[in-house]
């Protein structure tokens, strides 16, 4: 699958952060954990990304994330799909 689209606004860097642990296949709760937030709060972020992304689903997403990351010239900076790994 190809996706040709960017986002539609920026993703922000706790988005990216977010994306990052949904890459690595964690639950909301995983990821809640994991960068000290509420389960809500990463519900919320995952919500935003997919409603960006014009993805739908958390499958969907991760492609779109790893396809974006190898396409220089994107909105998706590869410091914000890392920035979650820091944290570990």
Known sequence: MAFSH???DPISPAEGRVLAEVR???SNKAIATALVLSPRTIESH???LLAKTGCRSRT???L???ETEERPGDMLPASHL???LAQR
Do not use: D, F, I
């Open 6 to 8: 960017a986002p539609r």
């Open 24 to 26: 690595h296949g964690l």
């Open 46 to 48: 995952v919500s935003s």
């Open 60 to 62: 969907e997403l991760v």
């Open 64 to 66: 779109w994330a790893m």
């Open 82 to 84: 890392n920035a979650g």
